[in-house]
Nanobody
Framework: VQLVESGGGLVQPGGSLRLSCAAS????????MSWYRQAPGTLRELVAT????????DYADSVKGRFTISRDNARNTVYLQMNSLKPEDTALYYC???????????WGQGTQVTVSS
């Protein structure tokens, strides 16, 4: 099982980034996918979730209207489009896969997002 995040980097406030999480080794379309983030000295925070079919999404209040989660089940990939980035969005971003109807979950290794001028 692998979850490999990519797309992080350094961006100025107001800028955009698109994170990707490529999955392998499990039946991707049977898993709810989420993005989490963790800044130094803080707890890991749920950012966004998308159902296995992509039919429903949910967001933390802090990112609503700025971030969009999507998935491509044919490519076994989940995305996080991040617009209007703020310095407080700086964190290590992780994707998580949770099998529908269970608590079985897998995590990626994370990709760093830094928002700074």
């Amino acid at each position: 099982v692998q979850l490999v995040e990519s797309g992080g980097g350094l961006v100025q406030p107001g800028g955009s980034l698109r994170l990707s999480c490529a999955a392998s080794g499990f039946s991707f379309s049977n898993y709810v996918m989420s993005w989490y983030r963790q800044a130094p000295g803080t707890l890991r925070e749920l950012v966004a979730t998308i159902t296995s079919t992509g039919g429903s999404t949910d967001y933390a209040d802090s990112v609503k209207g700025r971030f969009t989660i999507s998935r491509d089940n044919a490519r076994n990939t989940v995305y996080l489009q991040m617009n209007s980035l703020k310095p407080e969005d700086t964190a290590l971003y992780y994707c998580r896969a949770r099998r529908v109807g269970t608590q079985r979950a897998y995590w990626g290794q994370g990709t760093q997002v830094t928002v700074s001028s």
